[in-house]
């Protein structure tokens, strides 16, 4: 008798136990419905027309920004940006990028070998980037950042040479 109680005990434990997982189940089950049906999914096939167009749109407001951005002003701004930082910031003090000579590189090498050598590969770092600006590396670019590295004697950045 008493095996009997504590059989019907352990089945009775057995199927509340299921019907408890059955009814988180069909909890879950409401949940997730309920979620979907408050999004209204419309699959409009008739709409791909404008999402292309406002994709060409897109496509050539980028071209035109990139175009833009790469101009002569925009070039010459950003360099003379870059050569205030060697000369105190006094503009008229920046020599013109068609009028650089070999003695005007000599002397900026030797001022950044001058640098502490935690700061020389930012500056190759930095050099790397301007050089990968158009997404290419011309063999002149390449042996110059080359030329640059080997003098402040630090390891050339990996570049991606494109001929």
Do not use: W
Request: net charge negative; with cysteine.
């Amino acid at each position: 008798m008493q095996t009997t109680l504590i059989g019907l005990a352990v089945i009775a434990a057995v199927v509340i136990y299921i019907v408890m997982i059955y009814n988180k189940l069909i909890a879950l089950r409401n949940h997730f419905k309920n979620g979907f049906s408050q999004i209204d999914v419309q699959r409009r096939h008739d709409l791909i027309p404008n999402l292309i167009e406002a994709t060409k749109a897109y496509l050539d407001h980028e071209r035109n920004t990139l175009t833009s951005s790469t101009s002569a002003e925009h070039a010459r701004q950003l360099y003379c940006e870059a050569m205030a930082g060697f000369f105190d910031g006094k503009a008229e003090e920046v020599p013109e990028s068609g009028k650089m000579s070999v003695l005007n590189l000599r002397d900026a090498l030797s001022q950044l070998n001058q640098l502490s050598p935690l700061l020389k590969p930012a500056i190759i770092d930095a050099c790397g980037h301007c050089v990968l600006s158009d997404r290419q590396v011309s063999p002149r670019e390449y042996d110059i950042l080359r030329l640059v590295a080997d003098q402040l004697d630090c390891p050339m950045p990996p570049l991606a040479y494109t001929r």
